[in-house]
């Protein structure tokens, strides 16, 4: 009686120990803020049964390919526009799970104290990828330093510029190396995660940034087949807390906006 007692207790455990296994969640994300907010919830997640496991990655597309090819189960590093046009690019099918916050994005330089003493030919560095440059210089020509041709929009390079007046010399570069520099360079257009790792203060430094306004929200991204699962649900809900948010406005002080 006992030894069947014990079979039953060891077929409990393990069908318990292969239940937890199954709420495993990895998570691919660029380091400042992102890996640090899934590390924030990761307890909590804990707590209702879900083993997070976070990778962190420095670059825009690794994130992207792993979870196609079913290496990691998620990202969190990109917004809607960037992931489109991944997936448009290299024919893959993520999905969003949710909007979760907004990075300000920001013209930044270590020679210049406002953009109006660029000169003639001064070098801009802009992100090489097709949003983020697009992104750059959309900005810019906010700031009236450039003119896009009519219809630009986010996929818009230095080929669409119609008018630049300073005769300001782009270049494109990836978007990681851009704070690395920004002694090289006039000015450089820096995406905030990458800033705020660099140590810049990107309400404080920035010559110019986007508003909170901005449409650029960073989500957490999926596949089809496990985007509606019960761990990605758990995760979105978590990130979209009230506590995710008090974390966002005390730690980012602004350079981070909340989504939800």
Do not use: C, W
């Amino acid at each position: 009686m006992k030894f069947k007692t014990a079979l039953v207790a060891l077929a409990a455990a393990s069908f318990f120990s292969a239940a937890v296994s199954a709420e495993k969640l990895s998570v691919a994300a660029t380091p400042v803020p992102h890996a640090e907010l899934l590390e924030f919830v990761k307890p909590k997640l804990a707590e209702q049964g879900v083993e997070l496991d976070v990778k962190v990655f420095t670059d825009y597309i690794q994130p992207n390919v792993q979870v196609d090819q079913k290496r990691m189960d998620a990202n969190f590093f990109q917004h809607q526009p960037y992931l489109d046009e991944f997936n448009d690019g290299r024919g893959t099918s993520l999905v969003t799970v949710a909007g979760i916050h907004v990075e300000p994005f920001g013209a930044y330089s270590n020679k210049i104290d406002s953009l109006d003493d660029l000169k003639k030919g001064d070098v801009v560095a802009i992100p090489n990828d097709p949003t983020n440059g697009g992104r750059a210089l959309l900005l810019l020509q906010k700031a009236g330093l450039i003119m896009l041709k009519e219809g630009s929009k986010i996929t818009a390079t230095p080929r669409d510029i119609a008018d630049n007046p300073k005769d300001l010399d782009f270049k494109e570069l990836e978007a990681a190396t851009l704070p690395r520099i920004l002694d090289q360079v006039d000015v450089a257009l820096i995406n905030t995660n990458y800033a705020l790792e660099a140590g810049l203060n990107p309400t404080e430094d920035a010559l110019i940034i986007e508003g909170s306004d901005s449409p650029y929200v960073n989500i957490l991204v999926a596949r089809p087949d496990n985007k509606d699962s019960e761990a990605m649900q758990k995760l979105a809900k978590a990130l979209k807390s009230d506590e995710v948010r008090e974390f966002i406005k005390e730690n980012y002080k602004g350079a981070v906006v909340p989504a939800f």
